[in-house]
């Protein structure tokens, strides 16, 4: 069983994001261009739109908007999977083109847009098997224990199937977790070398290394992501982190928070659009480098006499 090296990885990923900083700006920008664009036209009716229906408690109004903001996000994961490709084969399998321009689309990055659908499939039938699972459980126990149950209730508690759903969908989103990091941590690496959709491969080659893939993902994108968060809170201010749990409980409420939020994020859009694309080039390449680097080293050892 050969073992992910967790600080070479990093190391790595780190040396070709930032020492090479203008390579990764090179094979990315033309898609982050046409991401960043579109999604401004995109986004600024969407969030203005779904303020309204908010506001008008008009629900009707939002479909036509999620389906076009739908649209968009097929096209975006069209451009990430260019970008991944990109990206990785810069690294384990540079092509003789230049890097200033990288702009391809054929059969891997289909392959690799394939092994993001089914990740994200995987995760829909995941969710709706754990919501199933849960309520069984939740009411088969209610019916068995039926006194306790109405104790409970009368107490004011979350009665026993609330409780069992609850703990089944924890105990759901850690196993979904262990396996989108499995099927999806060298998706990328081995559609681009091996072909196929990658996902059958990266599970084979990261048996054994859960831990070390969660490791190589602290280091390398929880940074980034800390960097983008308070940057978003500077220029939507420091609420947009509060969750506001408790307008849970009150529904108007709720929606005049979420008509608030939306029309702020209309409003700091174009800010907020351009600090996504100064940061792209280091999110993009802390996000697809280590994966090829993993898979660089884990293949590199099978291959090894």
């Known amino acids: 069983m050969n073992k992910i090296p967790v600080t070479q990885t990093v190391a790595e990923a780190y040396r070709f994001t930032f020492g090479g900083l203008g390579k990764v700006i090179g094979l990315i920008w033309l898609p982050i261009v046409i991401l960043t664009v579109g999604g401004y036209f ?56 230049p ?58 508690l979350p009665s026993r199937a609330v409780t069992i759903a609850t703990l089944v969908g924890l105990i759901g989103c850690l196993a979904l977790i262990y396996v989108i990091a499995r099927l999806g941590f060298l998706l990328v690496p081995a559609a681009v070398m091996e072909g196929g959709f990658g996902l059958e491969r990266s599970w ?6 859960f831990w070390r893939i969660f490791l190589i993902a602290v280091a390398t994108l929880v940074p980034v992501m800390i960097a983008a968060m308070v940057l978003d809170a500077a220029v939507m201010g420091p609420d947009v982190l509060n969750p506001h749990i408790e307008l849970l409980r009150d529904q108007a409420a709720q929606m005049r928070h979420s ?20 940061l792209a080039p280091f999110t993009y390449g802390m996000t697809f480098a280590p994966a090829a680097f993993a898979y660089r080293a884990l293949t590199s050892k099978a291959d090894t006499p």
């Open 204 to 209: 084979k080659l990261t048996k054994g290394n």
């Open 259 to 278: 008509a608030e939020q939306m029309r702020l994020m209309a409003a700091h859009l174009p800010l907020m659009m351009g600090i996504g694309f100064l």
């Open 99 to 156: 890097p200033f321009l990288r702009f391809a689309l054929g059969p891997t990055e289909f392959r690799v847009v394939g092994g993001f659908f089914g990740l994200f499939v995987l995760m829909i039938v995941f969710a709706i098997g754990l919501a199933i699972i849960g309520l069984i459980a939740g009411f088969a126990i209610n019916a068995v224990l039926p006194a306790a149950a109405a104790a409970v209730a009368g107490a004011g």
């Open 42 to 97: 995109t986004l600024v009716p969407y969030f203005s739109g779904m303020a309204a229906a908010f506001e008008s408690g008009d629900v009707s109004q939002q479909g036509p908007l999620m389906l076009r903001q739908l649209a968009f996000e097929i096209v975006t994961v069209v451009l990430m999977a260019m970008i991944a490709v990109a990206i990785t084969r810069e690294i384990l399998k540079p092509v003789k083109r």
